[in-house]
């Protein structure tokens, strides 16, 4: 089974408006991390945001919301007030177990804004 | 702001040819990864180091693919001989390592886009 699932093929959003990005996760360990990860066309990795498994809070970080059900085994990625510089791939990954360990990326979602 | 430094930023060869990466971590960083990928595909891990030792090389064609941190500070992923299946970006990333940080996030370098013709 995939760690990481993102099923959105590709999404528009009009700029300013927010949009929810989604991402499922399937993991057995009780302490993991999930991160968010921007990728413009330029190829850098950009972190977002990260929750933690034992986070009883949502993560925030400025126009970055991450909505974290961990029964459900989600953790969608939330853009309020869309910008033109937003447009990118956008990719949601897991880390199980210790704090250094690698990260699980999935395919990533793509993401237009339009003005 | 400090960077993950990656050389270089584009490379062609040609397949059966021998190529190298070099990538220089956020100084102060312990650990240093290598990831490949694939064009329409998240990365995935090559290679994984805490200072000079390799920690995980699982997913590594180690028939092909070399990987080095002599000194534990910056690093080569080499490819001899290069295949078309090798065409892809190739990322470093580095973090602090301390286990005990909670973010512990990784910091990505530009990359190296190679091309396998």
């Known amino acids: 089974a995939q760690k990481i699932t993102q099923t959105q093929p590709g999404m528009f959003v009009q700029e300013k408006e927010a949009v929810t990005l989604d991402c499922t996760y399937d993991?057995?360990?009780?302490?993991?991390?999930l991160f968010w990860y921007k990728q413009p066309s330029s190829g850098e990795m950009i972190f977002l945001i990260y929750?933690?498994?034992?986070?009883?809070q949502n993560a925030t970080e400025g126009r970055y919301s991450l909505n974290f059900q961990k029964a459900r085994k989600s953790a969608n990625l939330v853009i309020s007030a869309s910008q033109l510089g937003d447009s990118a791939m956008y990719f949601c990954?897991?880390?199980?177990?210790?704090?250094?360990?690698?990260?699980?990326f999935g395919k990533g979602i793509t993401l237009s804004v339009r003005p | 702001e400090a960077e993950v430094a990656q050389s270089p930023r584009y490379k062609i060869t040609e397949k059966s040819q021998a190529v190298a990466f070099w990538c220089d971590p956020i100084?102060?960083?312990?650990?240093l990864y290598w990831y490949r990928q694939i064009l329409g595909q998240g990365p995935e891990l090559l290679v994984q180091?805490?200072?000079?030792?390799?920690?995980?090389d699982s997913q590594l064609p180690k028939d092909r693919f070399s990987a080095e941190r002599l000194k534990g500070v910056d690093s080569t992923l080499k490819i001899q001989p290069a295949e078309l299946g090798d065409s892809a970006m190739y990322l470093c990333?580095?973090?602090?390592?301390?286990?005990?940080?909670?973010?512990?996030?990784?910091?990505f370098g530009p990359g190296t886009r190679l091309t396998v013709l």
């Open positions: 990333a580095s973090s602090s390592g301390i286990l005990t940080a909670t973010y512990n996030e990784q910091f």
């Open positions: 993991t057995s360990d009780q302490s993991y991390g």
């Open positions: 929750q933690g498994s034992y986070d009883e």
């Open positions: 990954a897991m880390r199980e177990g210790r704090a250094n360990s690698k990260l699980t």
């Open positions: 100084s102060g960083h312990a650990t």
């Open positions: 180091f805490q200072d000079e030792s390799v920690v995980d």
